[in-house]
């Protein structure tokens, strides 16, 4: 058969289903739908900036760091720690700004009653009507107190599959990239305008904090611990300096190294000049006295003079006075230039009264010799100024060496403990910039961080919305009509491959593997019961008709008619076929099994080889054209095989509303083997009208509604009916 055509016949059969179970769940869908809540849809576009970001070296975030860092952006906005925020969120603002009788921007009123009837007092107490911050903190401390406890209503609230605050419902928030680009689309839907704009900016609230303390906390946990090591390495330099400063002070140490340098060539300055004048004393001593010797008493008498020996003394001051300074202070120092050369004037003062006192000393202007002693008398005063002069410079010299010798013994443990501080200095020193060092880089990791994955900017706010999305009425009621049909066919395509009723000739013939000659009306079919007899005996016209074809002249025709079992209706049609037959002039004899002839207990029927084995015919009958012999039940009795294979035609009468069991496979396979050339046909009783009609045509009533329907069920989509003359 066509599979066009079977499928329309598959269609067709099952129209009533189709059409009042599909208008019957749309109907019901139209009325449940009236009933759903507005929805309301509120999006907010953020800007990452993270695959146009540039670092401060000029490199730019590989393809994985974008990809991480959308799917890092998209996980946070859709966890369970950030729902649960913007639950206690929603229900401050909720509970602060919401009204019972007045619709606002943060929840509508119906809703804000509901959430009162399921609100404990305990709750309700920790609500600040005039601030939403305090209210927060109320709540987050309430919550925080009793994590543990099941019973809790900001636990039950969030857990539970409620609207609005629960887990269940804040799951239908969205986060989406936009394409390849840096925009991040945050959007959700609910039943309340306010709540759903609250909840997108709560959350991009809450995404920006946790992005930004996930994202930058290590680096700015990094630049803590180096400004906190920074601040400790200054300490401890501060300390080592600190230590060096006051080790100085009490050593006198300004710059050891060029105090060290100075001392040193002091020392030698001072040797140099130790050494000459030890040979000019010397030598002034060695003058003197081989003067001495030559002037013999005068030199004494001379000696003793008063005026001479307070002169020397004072040469011997002024001279020692003008060492001290000439070693101990620098030229630049004006106070002791001054002073060094008011003590020289004296000095040459001093000198100039001793040549006065030898020129006084008229008495011994010649010696015992006779000579002059002028001369000499100026070269023993010389000679005794200058033994006078450089014993004092002889023993300030040899005071500041013994005061070097001493500085030396004192700034050479200084040297090392100075060189041993500054090592230290130098080690606090180079921990200090290491550790500005580290601190530079981690601000320049920050940056870099800053500039690769720039703070979320908020493109396009979430706004309050002023229309809903409409109810999607439509959408179920077409969902319910198409969902509908869709399981009314497939349930009937199911039952079509699976259902092992006869039903129709193309299943018959696919279970038992026989043909169907025709098929009979049922008595069951209430709509068209007053043209049952009608329909009847035009379905037993078509199949006589059929059957005629194998009538014999000149003798009885035997047509054997079986039955798997009881009830299957070969009476019935027996009395139709007689009626027609008689109507065509023929003579039919009806041989009925119990009634004409025994078949239980009859070993002549069961080893029949032809009818006359076990029935014959009347002598005072004439003799018919048509035998019809109905025979027993094949599950009840046994059925001679040769006299079947002796018949014309065999039709096997099964009731279109029966199964068609293995066993009637295992009890009819041996007949088809039997009958070899011999027709064994299978007649379809109590059919569908519009099995028979797949035989005999359309039958009456024959309507306009039935004759359109007719014709699609035979595929006719464009046929017209029309005489033709």
């Not at 060539?265 to 081989?290: G, Q």
């Not at 000198?351 to 001369?375: H, M, P, Q, R, T």
């Not at 279970?511 to 049952?532: C, D, E, H, M, Q």
Request: some cysteine; proline content about 3%.
């Amino acid at each position: 058969m066509d599979i066009a055509q079977y499928i329309s016949q598959f269609f067709y059969r099952i129209r009533y289903w189709l059409l009042w179970g599909t208008l019957l769940v749309t109907i019901l869908v139209i009325y449940i739908t009236q009933f759903l809540p507005f929805s309301y849809t509120v999006e907010g576009s953020m800007y990452a900036g993270v695959s146009t970001s540039v670092s401060l070296n000029g490199t730019t975030a590989s393809g994985s760091v974008v990809v991480s860092t959308f799917d890092n952006l998209i996980n946070i906005a859709q966890s369970r720690g950030t729902h649960k925020k913007v639950s206690l969120r929603l229900l401050a603002n909720a509970y602060t700004f919401g009204e019972e009788w007045h619709d606002n921007r943060y929840i509508q009123a119906k809703h804000y009653r509901q959430l009162l009837q399921q609100t404990p007092k305990e709750i309700l107490n920790l609500v600040d009507r005039k601030d939403v911050n305090k209210t927060l903190a109320n709540l987050t401390a309430y919550q925080q107190s009793d994590l543990e406890n099941t019973d809790n209503f900001l636990y039950t609230i969030f857990n539970e599959r409620g609207p609005f605050y629960s887990a269940n419902a804040l799951a239908g928030i969205k986060a989406e990239r936009v394409g390849s680009s840096d925009i991040l689309t945050i959007s959700y839907t609910s039943a309340d305008p306010g709540i759903t704009q609250q909840t997108v900016e709560i959350v991009i609230e809450e995404l920006k904090d946790a992005y930004e303390i996930l994202r930058f906390k290590s680096a700015r946990d990094v630049i803590a611990y180096f400004e906190e090591q920074v601040r400790l390495a200054q300490e401890r330099l501060r300390v080592e300096e600190d230590k060096l400063m006051q080790y100085c002070i009490e050593k006198r140490v300004i710059n050891y190294p060029e105090q060290s340098e100075a001392l040193a060539i002091l020392r030698y300055a001072v040797d140099d000049r130790l050494e000459t004048a030890m040979r000019t004393y010397a030598s002034a001593v060695a003058l003197r006295k081989m003067l001495d010797e030559k002037m013999d008493v005068r030199a004494e008498i001379i000696r003793n003079n008063t005026n001479l020996l307070r002169e020397l003394d004072r040469i011997s001051t002024l001279n020692q006075s003008i060492t001290e300074r000439e070693i101990f202070v620098t030229d630049t120092m004006d106070v002791y230039s001054n002073q060094i050369k008011k003590d020289r004037l004296e000095l040459k003062r001093a000198e100039e009264n001793i040549s006065n006192i030898a020129d006084n000393l008229n008495e011994f202007n010649f010696s015992k010799e006779g000579v002059g002693i002028n001369d000499m008398v100026l070269e023993w005063l010389r000679a005794l100024v200058d033994e006078a002069k450089s014993e004092a410079e002889l023993k300030v010299l040899q005071d500041r060496r013994r005061d070097v010798f001493r500085q030396f013994t004192d700034m050479s443990p200084v040297g090392t403990m100075v060189a041993r501080m500054e090592r230290s200095i130098g080690v606090a020193e180079d921990n200090y910039r290491n550790q500005i060092g580290g601190l530079a880089d981690a601000y320049l990791q920050l940056k870099n961080l800053e500039m690769n994955t720039s703070n979320l900017q908020l493109i396009s706010p979430p706004e309050y919305p002023l229309t809903d999305n409409g109810r999607q009425r439509l959408l179920y009621v077409l969902l319910a009509f198409f969902g509908s049909l869709f399981f009314i066919t497939f349930y009937f395509l199911l039952i079509e491959l699976l259902d092992r009723t006869l039903r129709d000739p193309f299943r018959s013939k696919r279970l038992t593997g026989l043909p169907v000659i025709a098929a009979f009306n049922g008595v069951s079919n209430l709509k068209y019961r007053g043209f049952l007899k009608a329909c009847n005996r035009r379905a037993a016209a078509y199949c006589c008709r059929r059957l005629n074809q194998y009538i014999v002249p000149g003798r009885p025709t035997i047509i054997n008619l079986l039955s798997m079992e009881h009830g299957e209706g070969k009476s019935y049609l027996t009395r139709y076929f007689t009626n027609y037959w008689a109507e065509e002039g023929m003579t039919v004899r009806v041989v009925e099994a119990g009634l004409d002839f025994l078949y239980e207990d009859n070993k002549d029927y069961v080893n029949a080889q032809q009818l006359t084995d076990f029935w014959q015919l009347n002598e005072a009958e004439e003799t018919p054209n048509i035998l019809l012999v109905e025979y027993p039940p094949l599950q009840d009795a046994t059925v001679p095989l040769a006299v079947l294979k002796q018949g014309d035609v065999n039709l096997l009468v099964a009731n279109a509303c029966r199964l068609w069991r293995v066993s009637d496979d295992t009890m009819l396979q041996p007949i088809k083997d039997a009958m070899g050339e011999v027709p064994l046909f299978l007649y379809l009783n109590n059919a569908d009208r519009e099995v028979v009609e797949t035989f005999t045509g359309e039958l009456p009533p024959r309507t306009y509604v039935h004759n359109y329907f007719s014709r699609l069920f035979q595929l006719g989509l464009t046929s017209k009916k029309a005489a033709v003359r």
